[in-house]
Antibody, heavy 118, light 108 residues
């Protein structure tokens, strides 16, 4: 069974940083292209970025609003995906989800809440 | 960037009726890399359809997806009370992957 479990969210002041984690199981993580999506309170879904597998180059892509502030990385030995979020702004307040596209569609974690407030 | 426009923004129907939700892309979504989700308050999105027309595991057959190119449709053949929620489309053909702004399906 595919499982994605996010952690690391919390309350942070504007300008602060956090590192979110997503631990994966039930599929071959090292071969997977992984994604982050976020949802601000009461708003729609926003794709944050993606990291390819190392065999496909391990490169990253980001949405324009987060480029230069957010960094996606992975540790295949730990089956873990990371999202380093820096220079946080109040508009980054959201639930952050990690996603994987497998043969039977998209799999989502339950999300972790990041609140940016002074 | 591919922009997805969902219509209508809100759809008011009664249980038992048929619902037709539209998702239009600003450019062609090749290989039908288009998904549909249902989301209820306080819950993560639930995948309904991927590849434009493939139902996800466990999704009832009253949900169906169709379309190609720039025009896609989610149809719910006969609404059940639990179907009233917000629905999103997503394209995963080209980065940045994008979502539509959602259609709220409410009880009339």
């Amino acid at each position: 069974e595919v499982q994605l479990v996010e952690s690391g969210g919390g309350l942070v002041k504007p300008g602060g940083s956090l590192r979110l984690s997503c631990t994966a199981s039930g599929f071959t993580f090292s071969n997977a292209w992984m994604n982050w999506v976020r949802q601000a309170p009461g708003k729609g879904l926003e794709w944050v970025g993606r990291i390819k597998s190392k065999t496909d180059g391990g490169t990253t892509d980001y949405a324009a609003p987060v480029k230069g502030r957010f960094t996606i990385s992975r540790d295949d030995s730990k089956n873990t995906l990371y999202l380093q979020v820096n220079s946080l702004q109040t508009e980054d307040t959201a639930v952050y989800y990690c996603l994987w596209f497998g043969g039977s569609g998209w799999y989502w974690g339950q999300g972790t809440l990041v609140t940016v407030s002074s | 960037e591919i922009v997805l426009t969902q219509s209508p923004g809100t759809l008011s129907l009664s249980p038992g009726e048929r619902a037709t939700l539209s998702c239009r892309a600003s450019q062609s979504v090749s290989s039908s890399y288009l998904a549909w989700y249902q989301q209820k308050p306080g819950q993560a999105p639930r995948l309904l359809i991927y590849g434009a027309s493939s139902r996800a595991t466990g999704i009832p057959d009253r949900f169906s997806g169709s379309g190609s190119g720039t025009d896609f449709t989610l149809t719910i053949s006969r609404l059940e009370p639990e179907d009233f929620a917000v629905y999103y489309c997503q394209q995963y053909d080209s980065s940045p992957y994008t979502f539509g702004r959602g259609t709220k399906l409410e009880i009339k």
